[in-house]
Nanobody, 122 residues
Framework: QVQLVESGGGLVQPGGSLRLSCKAS????????MGWYRQAPGKERELVAV???????DYADSVQGRFTISADNARNTATLQMNSLKPEDTAVYYC????????????????WGKGTLVTVSS
């Protein structure tokens, strides 16, 4: 079983920065993809950024140039650096991973953290 725990959310003023962290735990050998998604009130969950174990990244158009995703494969962690935050970035941010290799099997399941709230407001 894989568990994801996020940290780093909070209240920030427009134009400010926050750094979100995600730690995956369990009997993990490697993770193919880690990512961040968000869900604002009344809206569907959407992709923010993803990173592969090889370091390839992809971002939502709305955060391109402002957010940076990184990962530490050895520690099974992913970080989302968010700069120039806007009120429309307010949402619950969820860590996700998929393509998990354990000592005994490969899992193609999606694993999710419980989320961390980011509020951008003056």
């Amino acid at each position: 079983q894989v568990q994801l725990v996020e940290s780093g959310g909070g209240l920030v003023q427009p134009g400010g920065s926050l750094r979100l962290s995600c730690k995956a735990s369990g009997r993990i050998v490697s993770i193919n993809v880690m990512g961040w998604y968000r869900q604002a009130p009344g809206k569907e969950r959407e992709l923010v950024a993803v990173i592969t174990s090889g370091g390839s990244t992809d971002y939502a158009d709305s955060v391109q140039g402002r957010f940076t995703i990184s990962a530490d494969n050895a520690r099974n962690t992913a970080t989302l650096q968010m700069n120039s935050l806007k009120p429309e970035d307010t949402a619950v941010y969820y860590c996700n991973c998929k393509g998990v290799n354990t000592p005994t099997r490969y899992s193609g399941m999606d694993y999710w953290g419980k989320g961390t709230l980011v509020t951008v407001s003056s």
